[in-house]
């Protein structure tokens, strides 16, 4: 484990990805206290919500009314997340938020009409309208999201070689739109990934493009997202989404009932446990977790906010 | 991960291990059925129950009357569990019982005092007994079992050098009792491991005694349960136990509440996403872990009987 990086650093996504599916729609005070907690516990970049039809996610109807009552602490990121070029003129009006550029593509043809109602080439369409609205507003770095970059309820296997041809189109289109491509964000939406196909993918794109950033953004759905995880360190990837107390599941058709995102303070105590340092104070974030608990209402699956951090008892 | 092993053999160990701290005794057909349909999934060793104080060990108390009742499957050992003379001589009057020679040891001087109300020293002692009673009954091979072995909750970090040593003393025992040590079982027994104290252990024993075969018993305290095995897979590790559904917990102070044993069926997914075979079905194991979370009435922690196999819906 040679390569492991020195340090990582975290993205809470739990306000978003993880309580997009939950069941109780918390009160925006509720959302306000738990983002509180995360960036009090060392979280330096918070998904606070996303720019999406309120009705086809009631949950994150209230994502403007956060953003404008938030209490904002210094060190951390106040992130969005929109998918089509409404939800970024939203994100672009919404005070306080800490815009960045941010494009996605979704690697299976069927999870992306199932998704969002359209394909892979019209994506592509759309990105290249978001490139003057990101340059009007100052963004000149974009982060490419690859969702379904491992693999797909629905299609199954999906080779690397078709994550990264996908990469190499987003380039040229983001380089045509006057913005530069830095960073990666790749996404197992489903949970399809495994350590090899990290190793693989990871690979893969290194070799190709050595100067994009990476981050993973993985999901729990099999018992891998710590493996996946810890692939990646050992790619020298520094960069992972995670939510506190493994909040969220998997809406697919034949998953529900499964795991979502990866969990946060389980993903900070492994890093710890291999020397990498989170920024993060671990006990503040099982604080955390306990609380997306209660606010949630039923049992989440993360680990370590259960057993504690490890110690001896005896001192 | 060039020196993953082509197979690997997991004992299921959920009717022991498992059960043993589930609020809910299962009576002796829920176990039968259990059990039976763990064999039937490809498990080919299964703990059946252990040799302990029913009174300790409630759930326990029907080990005895579970094996003479064992309908048995061929290629399935069907094992036992025994830490005091006592429970050895049970284990060896009991019918229908696979027995092995296993002998075991703690490292940590604390907890084999809280567990067993006894030393080091006086464990050493009682291993020695042992000896003439496998000689009679035709054991000739040992495997020792390492508890405690990467720390402790109660002392912390355990280094591997300390289990080596304790190894090495239980070697001569083993010989000096004119039977063979063949093999060691390491136990996370508070869930205390890392990939890189797996790493650590396994290597330094593999450097001094390359011959003797080695079993992870891990659990899944932090969340750590599966990047822990598979750091073992790429050790060359070919043997792991598992409890079915992730069934079980840590009944040790300041941990209630906390993850039990890593999970069989999550285990035998992430062997086969690495290209190891398990000799498992699956898609039964994941009946069997719902058949066990039925059984005990709680959710289990498992991932993959939830989410189910991965496989592309649309085919």
Known sequence: MSELPKSVRL???????????????????????????????????????????PKAVPQMATTGELFRRLVKRPGTSYRGLWLNRRGLEQAIATPQIDL??????????????????????????EMAAWLPLYREVGVTDCSLGVMTAFGCTFEGDIPAQTSIALIARARDIVADGGVRLTALDLADTTGWGNPLLVQRLVGGIRER???????????????????????????????????????????????????????????????????????????????????????????????????????????
Chains 1, 2 share one sequence.
Not at 27 to 48: M, N, Q
Not at 286 to 294: F, G, M, P
């Open 209 to 315: 493009w050595p100067e994009l950033a990476i981050k993973l953004h993985l999901h729990d759905t099999r018992g891998l997202g710590i493996a996946n995880a810890i692939a990646g360190l050992q790619m020298g990837v520094a960069e992972f989404d995670g939510s506190i107390g493994g909040l969220g599941g998997c809406p697919f058709a034949g998953l529900r009932g499964a795991a979502g995102n990866v969990c946060t303070e389980d993903l900070a105590f492994a890093c710890e446990e291999l020397g990498i340092a989170t920024g993060i104070d671990l006990n503040q974030l099982c604080e955390a977790a306990r609380l997306a608990q209660s606010l949630v209402g039923r049992e989440l699956p993360g680990k370590v906010f259960r057993a504690g951090h490890r110690r001896a008892n005896s001192q």
């Open 100 to 125: 960045h550029g941010k494009l996605t593509i979704t690697a299976s043809e069927t999870f992306i009409r199932r998704n969002t109602n359209r394909s892979i080439d019209e994506a592509f369409v």
């Open 11 to 53: 993205t809470e996504v739990g306000p978003r990805d993880g309580l997009q599916i939950e069941a109780r729609i918390l009160t925006v005070d509720e959302k306000l206290a738990l983002i509180d907690a995360l960036a009090a516990a060392g979280l330096s970049e918070i998904e606070v919500g996303s720019f999406v039809n």
